[in-house]
């Protein structure tokens, strides 16, 4: 059954995932337009198994996968709303993230700009309450709106009501693959305003008069540190950060301090700390080393890369074998930040 869906068949999702593992779905369809999305939810139930894929950059395919792989495609940015000091947009589940926030940078609307170049889609972003350089989607998030695939009705989220906390989201948790996201709205601000607490950022723009620093200066920067530390996914096929930075107590935090000098951490909004994991993985001697096709990037250890030909396997493997070390070593459990299938 197939209600006017183009639906195709043994489809390689190798140029749908930024790993670039070479697997396919038994059936794939692409969402181009709000109808299609609403066609696709009235039978959802029959459509059964599914993944939704935005960009395929935070994901580890292991298999293929034998049921419907549902990319979504939708495009708009649009704008909603206007007051004298802030602007809200909407903007549909398939646009492309970078794109939203060049649109943003263009216009001088403030408050998206130092989540420039994180790749992806719009409709993915709030899944894993995306976070770069000090801002997160939750500082900008007015709501979500998207279908229950259980009860297969439309219905907004406040930003309250997504639970987003560091890299989740209700999406991520109680959600998990029961809600397709169609539209993300967002406020940002006409008023000049930056957040450059983060260290590189105050280093270089915090003895700046704010009125001679442009929005295109700090997105341009911002830039400039992620193409020089983070690999191209099109020429070494790696989906950011694999692991999340774990959380520790103080108790804890006080006996590494002894063990190791030089630990990176820093305070999380728990009261507890946050330690860096690829601080943590190139302690334990990971960082460029080649184990088959795969390594940590010898520029970013936090970063899986595939050298060509790995499998989903093979990189999960590898992920193990960190994870172990970073447990013998710090008694650390690293939990993966992206969504293995
Ligand atoms: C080089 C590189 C750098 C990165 N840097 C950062 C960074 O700085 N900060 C950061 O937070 N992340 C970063 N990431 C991770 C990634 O870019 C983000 O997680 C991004 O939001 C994923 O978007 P996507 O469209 O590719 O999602 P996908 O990988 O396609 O999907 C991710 C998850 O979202 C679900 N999903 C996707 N679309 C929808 C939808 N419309 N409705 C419901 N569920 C959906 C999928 O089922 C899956 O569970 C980086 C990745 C790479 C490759």
Redesign the pocket.
């Known amino acids: 059954m197939n209600h006017g869906l183009q639906i195709q068949e043994n489809y390689s999702l190798r140029n749908y ?2 790993f670039n593992i070479d697997v396919s779905a038994a059936r794939f369809v692409e969402l181009i337009s709000d109808d299609d999305i609403k066609k696709f939810v009235s039978q959802v139930k029959v459509l059964q198994p599914i ?9 580890l395919f292991l298999n293929d996968f034998r049921g419907l792989v549902v990319s ?1 495609a939708t495009k708009r940015i649009q704008k909603i709303d206007e007051t004298e000091s802030s602007i809200d947009l909407e903007c549909a ?2 646009e492309t ?1 970078n794109d939203v926030v060049s649109f943003c940078v263009k216009n001088n609307y403030y408050g998206i700009e130092n989540l420039v170049l ?4 719009v ?3 709030p ?6 350089y000090g801002v997160e989607i939750k500082d900008i998030l007015i709501n979500v709106e ?1 279908f229950d695939l259980d009860s297969k009705k439309l219905l907004t989220f406040t930003n309250k009501e997504c639970e987003f906390n560091y ?1 989740s989201s209700i ?2 948790t109680k959600l ?2 029961k ?4 539209k993300v709205r967002v406020r940002l601000s006409k008023e000049k305003k930056y957040q450059l607490n983060y260290r590189a950022l105050n280093e270089k723009f915090g003895n700046q008069n704010i009125e001679s620093i442009s929005i295109q200066d700090v997105a341009n920067y911002i830039k400039q540190i ?1 193409l020089e530390k ?2 191209d ?1 099109t020429k070494l096929g ?4 694999f692991f999340k930075n774990p959380e520790i107590d103080i108790e804890h935090l006080e006996e590494l301090k002894k063990q190791f000098k030089g630990i990176v951490y820093f305070a999380a909004a728990t009261g507890n700390y946050k330690i860096a994991a690829g601080w943590l993985i190139e302690e334990c001697g990971f960082k460029g080393k080649r184990i088959g096709n795969v390594s940590c990037y010898e520029k970013q250890a936090l ?1 899986i890369v595939n050298h060509g030909g790995a499998t989903g396997n093979e990189i999960k493997e590898y992920a193990e074998k960190i994870q172990s070390a970073v447990k013998d070593k710090f008694r650390i459990s690293l939990i993966p ?1 992206v ?1 293995i299938i």
């Open positions: 995932n930024t993944y939704i894929l935005g960009g395929g950059s935070n994901v979504i589940a398939g993230w994180i790749p992806g889609t409709g993915a972003a899944i894993q309450n995306i976070g770069a998207g890299r999406f991520k998990n693959g809600f397709l996201i169609t992620r983070l690999p996914h790696n989906a950011g950060s970063v930040e969504n």
